[in-house]
């Protein structure tokens, strides 16, 4: 499938700063997906994003796709202990078909 | 609208045995999906139902798993014999066909091959 890079990895914040996570295509993307992963849980579908420069906010988080629609990335202001878990993006492959990346896992100090 | 179904939730098997984890996706989503997760990876697609055919199953390991979706509704995934890199969450995951993107996830299938 196709191929996407997240960074960092995982991510460590202090409850109440502010993060970014990043999802990388080496080729242009017709639209990318952002799913979350609670510790013990099953992915659950957060946003798509398909323009090229769109940004879509849901309360503390801002999703935005790069203007070449070859990245995304996932803004978190004042981090809290349920924002806890992995962020995956997924991106289309073939018909219908998602392939997702490898997440962000994501822990918070109080 | 009730969630995805998946069971069992758990199983724990020794190699070589065989296992069948079965899914109920979300009433009217034509299209489902089974994925296999390995701990610290992301799901990764093994199979893929539109109705009652297989639209792909092309990283399905073949010699060994073996997936049907009878009536267009229930699916059923076994692998048979089991490997000890088999150890997985199997995920199934349903979408209506037009916004097929936006796929909900059941609760999952912790396998334990030992």
């Known amino acids: 499938g196709q191929q996407v890079m997240q960074i960092p990895q995982y991510q460590h914040v202090q409850e109440g700063e502010d993060f970014t996570t990043y999802c990388n295509s080496s080729?242009?993307?017709?639209?990318i997906q952002w799913y979350k992963q609670r510790p013990g849980g099953h992915p659950v579908f957060l946003i798509q994003?398909?323009?090229?420069?769109e940004v879509k906010k849901q309360k503390r988080l801002t999703f935005q796709f790069g203007e070449a629609k070859k990245n995304s990335s996932l803004h978190i202001t004042a981090t809290q202990t349920t924002d806890v878990g992995t962020y995956f993006c997924a991106v289309p492959f073939g018909d219908y078909k998602l392939s997702f990346g490898a997440g962000t896992t994501v822990t918070v100090r109080a | 609208e009730a969630g995805v179904a998946q069971s069992p939730r758990y199983k724990i098997i020794e190699k070589r045995q065989s296992v069948a984890f079965w899914c109920n996706p979300i009433s009217g989503h034509a299209t489902l999906y089974w994925y296999q997760q390995i701990l610290g990876q992301g799901p990764k697609l093994l199979i893929q139902?539109?109705?009652?055919?297989?639209?792909?199953d092309s990283q399905l390991p073949k010699d060994r798993f073996s997936a049907e979706r009878l009536k267009g509704v229930d699916s059923t995934l076994k692998i048979q014999p089991a490997k000890l890199e088999d150890s997985a969450v199997y995920l199934c995951a349903s979408s209506r066909r037009d916004r097929w993107n936006e796929q909900y996830f059941g609760p999952g299938t912790r396998l334990t091959v030992t």
């Open positions: 139902f539109q109705n009652n055919g297989v639209v792909d």
């Open positions: 080729t242009t993307l017709s639209n």
């Open positions: 994003l398909v323009k090229s420069g």
